[in-house]
Nanobody
Framework: QVQLAESGGGLVQAGGSLRLSCAASGNIFSISVMGWYRQAPEKPRELVETITSGGTTDYTDSVKGRFTISRDGAKNTVYLQMNSLKPEDTAAYYC?????????WGQGTQVTVSS
């Protein structure tokens, strides 16, 4: 099993920046992909950006050029640097880790962008 601990959400003005962190513990050596998803009120959860154990990233088009995911293997931590934030980025952000075919989720951290 894998446990995920998120931090870094908050309230920021449009155009500002935030960095989310997700520390993994447990069976971390079998994690193939880690990343971030988000869910706004009354909307389905969507992929934001992910990174594989080999460093390959995937992201949704709406964050291209603004968000950057990175992974610190020594700290078993994934980061999401979010720049040029927009009000439409407001959502609960969830860390995800995939272990074989099973997904593990963090508790979520709220990001609110004011206009």
């Amino acid at each position: 099993q894998v446990q995920l601990a998120e931090s870094g959400g908050g309230l920021v003005q449009a155009g500002g920046s935030l960095r989310l962190s997700c520390a993994a513990s447990g069976n971390i050596f079998s994690i193939s992909v880690m990343g971030w998803y988000r869910q706004a009120p009354e909307k389905p959860r969507e992929l934001v950006e992910t990174i594989t154990s080999g460093g390959t990233t995937d992201y949704t088009d709406s964050v291209k050029g603004r968000f950057t995911i990175s992974r610190d293997g020594a700290k078993n931590t994934v980061y999401l640097q979010m720049n040029s934030l927009k009000p439409e980025d407001t959502a609960a952000y969830y860390c995800n880790a995939r272990l074989f075919v099973k997904d593990y989720w963090g508790q979520g951290t709220q990001v609110t962008v004011s206009s």
